[in-house]
């Protein structure tokens, strides 16, 4: 029961004054609100992650609910150092402390609002909308969410004035470029209607190869994309015949 | 007068420079600047090999890997050590009220900010590797970065502890940045000449 | 590629790689007395809570005061905590008085070995009697504040019992600020130098 008060109490703190979970010792708030927040950013992106896969249905439903809490973690998880050496090289004066836990908070809210946001995602895919509409508009929810994620990050971090403003978007690009490519090697989360479903494909080329393909077709050039097995965790040897 | 260089990456401590020429005190005379300690410039040479390794996997060849892993701290240090003294000469000659140790402590500073950097996108240039063939953007990107935070600190430094604007620093900041460029090539060579 | 393992392989190892360092720091958490929550996220999302490897909280008591006042804000956590007073909100004011006690002990230890040092070498110096009178004063408001910390547990039982309201927030801001008052006087003691 209690614990159940202090979630709810958390997820409505995340909602109305985020920056309050930021206050104080970082090190006692991390400890005392890590575990949670973590709770409820998992939670939450799993619940997103089933509406996605509601779009093919079946297992697909249960990998998307496992993947999406992976696309949202993974990014901060990787750029925690980088965001923090940005910032003091910027001149903003953080510890390691204060930027994981604004980062969870940022993520957990996120993740909130994009579950709480999912019954509009579930009524368009209900809709049986295209397969190119259907990515689009997870697409846009997730950059929406990842917008009001970094948005929190930046409010609770400390600093100000020009140093705070370019530590930010160097942030934001790192974080973005993770996100965007853990997303890729992270696909598929809403299957074609007729393609085999499967957990994750193999690791080939990368997200920024396929946008550049994908804007070559959307201006006329259709010279194809070769997208071939790259990067350490790739099996070359799939490559072969 | 006194001016303080307040540290911005935790291991070197304030620098306190003479101050300009007729106000100085013989208190004032005494407060001789600190330089970044060893420690603190071999933990920063530390962070850049770290992302040097982490690129590296990603390179075709053993060869190639070594050259790649090499080229933050060639370029780099490199930069650093060959023109680290023109900085030093140029402060000897055109600011006598600047005592020798400061340009000296701003250059640590400049090493340690690029050391923070490197190891702080060390992972994100692993995660990168790992998933995608695009090592060698990887490596010029962060490198690109490391330099960029070690020359903005190193400038902002000096400014702060001199209180005059940079003018002749920019000239050697251009000539370091030439100069780690060739250091890079040279070293890289071998992983250019592979890289697809 | 350097790493010619199967692909299969290469995950295995990434992953248990990460995972072996999540259990090494969730055991390492769980010996500094993290709590268990802490410990178990860690093993998933180590990187997030490498920063309670440092914690302060686990720091050895530096202050004279410093036993008590982890037992006092165990305690209240304690009573609060308890099923029966269930309906006591989460404050996060008992956070904030336990941080701002452990300060003022911590500044009660450096006067003590101010004291300690100086008053060996040379007893006859002068605002030494002023530094010592200033100690016990300070000494006796942080004692003063830690029974209001006893009083609001006894206040959270009587109030199980009798169904009266229990201001919680408000009786911890009352102790904070008269934590406050402290520093206050203190400045008014040793007027800061031009």
């Not at chain 1, 998992?42 to 297992?59: E, H, P």
Request: glycine share 10%; charged share 15%.
């Amino acid at each position: 029961m209690t614990a159940s008060i202090g979630a709810l109490d958390t997820c409505a703190r995340l909602l109305r004054e985020p920056v309050s979970l930021g206050r104080g010792d970082p090190r006692v708030s991390l400890e005392k609100y890590g575990p949670l927040l973590l709770a409820v950013a998992v939670v939450s992106a799993a619940v997103f992650g089933g509406v996605v896969g509601t779009y093919r249905g079946g297992v697909q439903l249960v990998f998307a609910a496992v993947k999406l809490p992976l696309l949202w973690l993974i990014p901060i998880l990787v750029t925690l150092p980088a965001v923090r050496a940005l910032h003091r090289v910027c001149g903003v004066d953080v510890d390691y402390g204060q930027v994981a836990l604004a980062a969870l908070v940022g993520t957990a809210r996120a993740a909130l609002v994009l579950a709480v946001a999912s019954p509009a995602l579930w009524l368009l895919y209900s809709l049986h909308v295209g397969y190119h509409v259907a990515v689009l508009a997870l697409c846009g929810s997730l950059v929406a969410a990842g917008g009001v994620g970094l948005h929190t990050t930046a409010r609770i971090l400390p600093g100000s004035g020009a140093g705070k403003a370019v530590a930010n978007m160097l942030a934001v690009a790192a974080v973005g470029v993770v996100f965007a490519q853990s997303g890729w090697v992270l696909r598929p989360f809403i299957a074609r209607p007729r393609a085999e479903v499967s957990f994750m494909r193999t690791v080939e080329s990368d997200v920024f190869s396929s946008v550049a393909a994908s804007w070559r077709s959307a201006r006329g050039d259709y010279t194809g994309w070769d997208a071939r097995r790259q990067g350490l965790l790739a099996n070359p040897e799939a490559d072969s015949p | 007068m006194t001016q303080t260089l307040s540290p911005t990456h935790g291991g070197p401590q304030p620098i306190v420079t003479v101050p300009p020429p007729g106000r100085q005190t013989e208190a004032n005379l005494l407060n001789v600047p600190q330089v970044p300690s060893v420690s603190s410039s071999l933990l920063a040479v530390g962070g850049l090999a770290l992302f040097g390794a982490c690129t590296a996997l990603g390179a075709p060849g053993f060869t190639a890997a070594t050259h790649a892993a090499l080229v933050p701290v060639a370029g780099l240090v490199g930069a650093m050590v060959l023109t680290g003294p023109a900085l030093v000469a140029g402060h000897l000659f055109l600011r006598p009220n600047i005592a020798t140790e400061v340009p000296v402590a701003a250059l640590g500073l400049g090493l340690g900010a690029a050391g923070s950097v490197a190891a702080g996108i060390a992972p994100l240039a692993l995660f990168l590797v790992a998933t995608t063939g695009l090592w060698l953007s990887v490596l010029s990107l962060g490198f690109a970065l490391t330099g960029l935070a070690c020359a903005a600190v190193t400038l902002q430094a000096l400014a702060h502890a001199t209180g005059e604007r940079p003018g002749f620093v920019f000239v050697w900041v251009f000539l370091a940045a030439l100069v780690s460029i060739r250091l890079t090539i040279a070293v890289g060579s071998a992983a250019l000449e592979v890289a697809p | 590629m350097i790493a010619s393992a199967s692909l299969s392989g290469l995950w295995l190892a990434v992953g248990g790689g990460y995972v072996l360092v999540g259990a090494i720091v969730a055991l390492r958490l769980a010996s500094r007395q993290a709590s268990r929550a802490a410990a178990l996220a860690a093993v998933a999302c180590w990187p997030l809570m490498l920063p309670l490897l440092s914690s302060p909280s686990s720091a050895a008591p530096s202050g004279p005061l410093a036993a008590r006042i982890e037992q006092c804000a165990r305690e209240l956590r304690a009573t609060m905590a308890d099923p029966a007073a269930a309906d006591v909100p989460v404050v996060d004011d008992l956070d904030d008085l336990v941080r701002d006690l452990q300060q003022a002990d911590e500044r009660l230890g450096m006067v003590d070995a101010l004291v300690a040092d100086v008053g060996g070498a040379s007893p006859a110096v002068a605002g030494l009697e002023a530094l010592r009178g200033a100690r016990a004063r300070a000494a006796a408001e942080v004692e003063a504040v830690l029974d209001g910390m006893v009083e609001l547990r006894l206040s959270i039982g009587l109030r199980s019992l009798a169904g009266n309201a229990v201001p919680v927030q408000d009786r911890l801001v009352d102790l904070r600020a008269r934590l406050g008052a402290l520093d206050e006087i203190a400045q008014f003691d040793h007027p800061r130098q031009s």
